[in-house]
């Protein structure tokens, strides 16, 4: 069973990692650990999850770094926050918490995550119970501050396996409805069914 | 020449995939889905005419995976090479997904480059052209 501190190890080296690859793969640019916290926040992304660990994985911005990388993302210029700002931010979460979640499982430690959530304010600041761990790294890069924060608590006595397939099956049945638009959609050409 | 399905709920992602597709030179049509019943809709009235899907994992209605387990099940659509596109870069998940589909044609972990997505594209899209 590993020990609270290897956890706590095991996760702020997975919460670097996983930040330093999206940025660096998804980005071509190297975010550097910036000293300091910023404790009021414009924008905060949010991801939950649930297994060995459970808690929330959260990223937050000023309005003009989301921009920033939302702009990079797209290849286009996006000044305020839009749609597009909202989802982006929400797929560069989804893509760290799914290089954490990958790094964890590899020390013994599984979790599924939920999918992200945005929300956009003014001078927000972020508050925990008394009983949940923070490893929090705030990342610097293009003079844009981001912070990632992970909170949670351990399942020391009661390890929960994470299902198989977290997601709930669809009311459709895939195998069936592909079967009937095929034979409606079949045409000679190219007939080799 | 054949058709591109970019499956995912994420728009700047799909965004992101046929802006990478674009500029490495590919001319082929794109159709999006949101969602694995989505995707179930536009594979089924178009599979004679699309080459190559690529498909995420987690989405709402219906996963990547129930999709490919749906699509693995018809032999028309079988054939059409699908490659997931996903966060869920564990073993098991791997595992899971060519066990739902044997003959996936590839498997890209997020976050990727675009080289990366490119690399397991490429082969693909040259057998057809």
Known sequence: ?193 | MKKILVVDDSGVQRKMIIGIIKKAGFENEIMEAGDGEQAIQVLGANFQDIGLVLCDWNMPKMSGLEFIEGVAKVPPVAKIPIVMVTTEGTEDKIKQAYEAHSNLAGYVAKPFSPDQLKTAIMPILARQS
Not at chain 1, 140 to 154: P, Q, V
């Open chain 1, 1 to 193: 069973m590993l020990q609270q501190e290897e956890i706590k190890q095991n996760i702020e080296s997975a919460l670097f990692q996983s930040v330093s690859e999206t940025i660096s793969t998804v980005f071509s640019l190297t975010p550097e650990v910036a000293e300091g916290k910023q404790n009021d926040y414009d924008v905060i992304c949010s991801i939950g999850f649930v297994g060995c660990l459970e808690g929330h994985i959260l990223m937050t911005f000023s309005v003009a770094g989301a921009c920033f990388f939302v702009s990079k993302m797209l290849d286009d210029e996006i000044t305020a926050p839009n749609s597009d700002v909202v989802d982006g931010l929400g797929e560069i979460l989804n893509m760290v918490a799914g290089g954490i979640k990958t790094r964890m499982a590899s020390t013994g430690c599984s979790f599924d995550i939920s999918v992200p959530t945005v929300i956009q304010g003014e001078g927000m600041k972020l508050r925990s119970g008394d009983d949940v761990s923070i490893v929090q790294t705030g990342f610097i890069c293009e003079k844009f501050f981001f912070n990632t924060i992970i909170a949670y608590k351990i399942h020391t006595d009661d390890v929960v396996d994470p299902p198989k397939d977290a997601l709930p099956k669809s009311n459709i049945d895939a195998q069936n409805v592909l079967e009937k638009l095929v034979s409606e959609n079949h045409t000679d050409k190219n007939s080799d069914c």
